[in-house]
């Protein structure tokens, strides 16, 4: 995190500046997030490049969701000059460039309900005990064509796991999408059609937190745009169909020391240090707490029922898939070494994912009597309730309801958030499930009207 007075900040703002004026640059978006991870944007001439660097611009934060009340409105959005890029579908003579940005409030201090700010907070606690955390997500999503008939989404392909044909159109928009996601400096490691029609991953390259968050927002915006371009929607929603696989964000983590990543142990019968096994027991810990932030819409839960690859027991074995977080096989290699947590899912704010996951698994490791479970490796769909209860394995919510209660409860939420960022998520996620809970479904009409 580069403090705003930072010498090498400067140092980039001048070299940002430098690429403004040589590419003829007219506008740039100043892009954040609200606490739901929704990208706000709004474009700033560039003939004031230089006043925006230095101090920002000012917004109505009043308008944004989890941003303060009308009393408390006046935010400044300052530009991270190491996330500008010139947005690669905009290369015409109307050359425009993206960059995210910190919230600040007007007396100059960091706005406490930034979702970018408290990652960047619980990155700072891990280096400030000699940690990096880095993580890679891979991203599920749908491409979706629209019904001329009706308001109507169906899958844009009729193929499956890894299937391949050059000459389909959605073949095409992941070539175009890997392509802009080099331009603007994602490196993408993975990107094929996964099991259901019409959806689609794509893995990229691991990072520190806050610029995998970065990169995270920027693949969002890239995949919905190529889809658009070509006719199409993209979504991120979990569970857009019923029946069939949802959409999660399966996200790879690992700890490093300096050069050394602190999840290996060469002693070890499997490769794994007792560094991470507490890192794993501190997320078991909190995944009921952190599971309304991972899984933060109505329709998340939809997607975590068992039979379509999802977890829902609070669990954790190697590279069997059905707990909540597992080790894959790295094959022996010590940079290799980490785990994946798979309830997390795209639609999701991913600063503050990372932020809870990042700060559930360092408190495993700096509390002393932490305790470990067993692994299992065993398929725990299959085992009995009284199986179940014996090993002690209990379920993730099983609604985003049951997870705000537990959310609420928390107290160790509490201080990864904040007091008040705490509340206004809270609050945020407690109307998006009201709204849920009023609407009447077109499958109970047809169940109920003429049943009872």
């Known amino acids: 995190m580069i403090e705003k007075n930072h010498p090498k900040r400067k140092e980039l703002c001048e070299k940002v500046i430098e690429k403004v004026k040589e590419n003829d640059i007219k506008f740039i978006y100043l892009q954040f997030t609200d606490m739901h991870g929704i990208i706000k944007s709004f474009e ?19 308008s944004i969701t ?81 019904s001329t008939k009706a308001e109507v989404f169906n899958p844009s392909d009729m193929r499956g ?47 520190e937190a806050v610029n995998t968050a970065d990169n995270t927002n920027t693949i969002k915006m890239i995949i919905k745009t190529v889809a658009a371009k070509n006719n199409m929607t993209a979504t991120f929603m979990p569970k857009p169909f019923a029946g069939i696989n949802g959409s999660g964000m399966h996200v790879h983590q690992s700890l490093w020391e300096g050069q050394n990543n602190v999840f290996y142990d060469e002693s070890d019968k499997d490769n794994i240090s007792i560094m991470m096994r507490k890192w794993i027991a501190g997320q078991l810990k909190h995944a009921r707490a952190m599971c309304a932030v991972l ?4 329709n998340s839960y939809k997607r975590l029922v068992p039979g379509y690859e999802a977890p829902v027991y609070i669990a954790w ?13 790295f094959h022996g290699k010590p940079n290799a070494a980490r785990c994946e947590i ?43 309730t009284k199986e179940m209860e014996k090993a002690g394995i209990v379920a993730l919510p099983g609604s985003l309801s049951e997870a705000l209660k537990e959310f609420r409860n928390s107290e160790f ?36 009207i003429t049943r009872l």
């Not at 001439?45 to 934060?61: T, V, Y």
């Not at 798979?342 to 495993?364: E, I, K, M």
């Not at 939420?413 to 077109?442: C, H, I, T």
């Open 44 to 62: 700033i001439n560039s003939k004031r490049i230089e006043d925006f660097f230095e101090i920002g611009e000012s917004f109505d934060g009043s």
């Open 66 to 146: 989890g941003y303060g009340a009308i009393e408390e409105s006046d935010k400044v959005a300052l530009p991270d000059p190491s996330t500008f890029y010139i947005i690669p579908w905009r290369n015409d003579n109307r050359k425009v460039a993206r960059v995210f940005c910190d919230i600040y409030n007007p007396n100059g201090s960091r706005y406490d309900g930034d979702p970018r700010y408290i990652l960047q907070k619980a990155a700072k606690k891990a280096e400030d005990h000699g940690y990096t955390y880095y993580c890679a997500p891979e991203m599920e999503f749908f491409i979706l064509e629209k």
């Open 161 to 207: 796991y890894f299937d391949y044909d050059p000459y389909d159109i959605n073949e095409k928009v992941r070539y175009t999408i890997a392509e802009y996601c080099d331009i603007m400096g994602i490196e993408i490691e993975a990107l094929h059609h996964e099991v259901a029609l019409g959806q689609h991953e794509v893995d990229f390259r691991y990072d």
């Open 295 to 298: 899984s933060s819409w109505p």
């Open 317 to 329: 074995g190697f590279r069997n898939r059905s707990p909540l977080i597992r080790v894959p096989d």
């Open 342 to 384: 798979r309830c997390p899912d795209p639609a999701g704010n991913p600063y503050l994912q990372f932020a809870v996951l990042l700060s559930a698994g360092l408190d495993g490791i700096l509390s002393e009597d932490i305790e470990i479970p067993e692994s299992r490796d065993e398929n725990v769909y299959k085992l009995t």
């Open 413 to 448: 939420m509490k201080e990864v958030f904040g007091e008040q960022p705490f509340k206004n998520f809270y609050y945020a996620k407690l109307e998006e499930n009201d709204a849920y809970r009023v609407v009447v479904s077109e499958w109970e009409r047809t169940r109920y």
